[in-house]
C-alpha cells in the first residue's frame, strides 16, 4: 500500500477542559495529553483525549477554542484483564479555535478483515471494521 492509498487526517474544533499532564518520551521528545470537548452536530459532544508534543503545550489553555490537525492512534493495551483497543488523537499541529465547527476523520488504507454490520438494542445500525492505515514511524511521523 503506497502513501497515496493510505490517509490519517484528524480535524477538529473544541474547546479545551484540562491543562496538559506529562504523558510520556520518547526520542528525546516529550509528550502531553489534555481532554477536549468536540460538539457533534446531534448537539451532544465528546470528551476526547488529544496527545501533543509538549512543544504545543503553551497554546492549550483550559476554557479556550481550540482547532487542531493530526491522526487517530491506536493500541491494544494488554495490561489488565484482557485486550483493550485504546483510540487518542494525535495533535500534530493547533491554533485558536475562532468558533468553527469541526469535527471530521478521514481514514483510508485496507480492510482487513470482513465488515460486520450490526444493530443497538435501539435499532441503530452499526458496522464495525479493522482497517489498516500505515504510518511513518519516527520523527515526523
Same mark, same amino acid.
Request: positive net charge; charged residues 15%.
Given at each position: 500500500?503506497?502513501?497515496?492509498?493510505?490517509?490519517?487526517?484528524?480535524?477538529?474544533? !473544541?474547546?479545551?477542559?484540562?491543562?496538559?499532564?506529562?504523558?510520556?518520551?520518547?526520542? $528525546?521528545?516529550?509528550?502531553?495529553?489534555?481532554?477536549?470537548?468536540? #460538539?457533534?452536530? &446531534?448537539?451532544?459532544?465528546?470528551?476526547?483525549?488529544?496527545?501533543?508534543?509538549?512543544?504545543?503545550?503553551?497554546?492549550? +489553555?483550559? $476554557? &479556550?477554542?481550540?482547532?487542531?490537525?493530526?491522526?487517530?492512534?491506536?493500541?491494544?493495551?494488554?495490561?489488565?484483564? !484482557?485486550?483493550?483497543?485504546?483510540?487518542?488523537?494525535?495533535?500534530?499541529?493547533?491554533?485558536? !479555535? $475562532?468558533?468553527?465547527?469541526?469535527? &471530521?476523520?478521514?481514514?483510508?488504507? +485496507?480492510?482487513?478483515?470482513? #465488515?460486520?454490520?450490526?444493530?443497538?438494542?435501539?435499532?441503530?445500525?452499526?458496522?464495525?471494521?479493522?482497517?489498516?492505515?500505515?504510518?511513518?514511524? !519516527?520523527?515526523? $511521523?
Amino acid at each position: 500500500m503506497t502513501n497515496e492509498q493510505s490517509r490519517n487526517e484528524v480535524e477538529l474544533c !473544541g474547546t479545551v477542559l484540562s491543562a496538559p499532564t506529562f504523558s510520556h518520551e520518547n526520542h $528525546g521528545t516529550r509528550f502531553s495529553l489534555f481532554s477536549l470537548r468536540v #460538539p457533534r452536530l &446531534s448537539g451532544q459532544a465528546d470528551i476526547l483525549q488529544i496527545l501533543a508534543p509538549s512543544a504545543l503545550d503553551a497554546q492549550i +489553555v483550559p $476554557g &479556550s477554542e481550540l482547532l487542531l490537525h493530526g491522526q487517530l492512534r491506536s493500541f491494544n493495551n494488554k495490561s489488565g484483564q !484482557g485486550n483493550r483497543l485504546v483510540l487518542t488523537v494525535y495533535a500534530m499541529t493547533v491554533e485558536p !479555535g $475562532g468558533g468553527q465547527s469541526v469535527n &471530521s476523520i478521514l481514514l483510508s488504507g +485496507v480492510l482487513c478483515k470482513p #465488515p460486520v454490520l450490526r444493530r443497538t438494542p435501539l435499532g441503530r445500525s452499526i458496522c464495525d471494521l479493522m482497517l489498516a492505515v500505515s504510518r511513518r514511524y !519516527g520523527r515526523g $511521523g
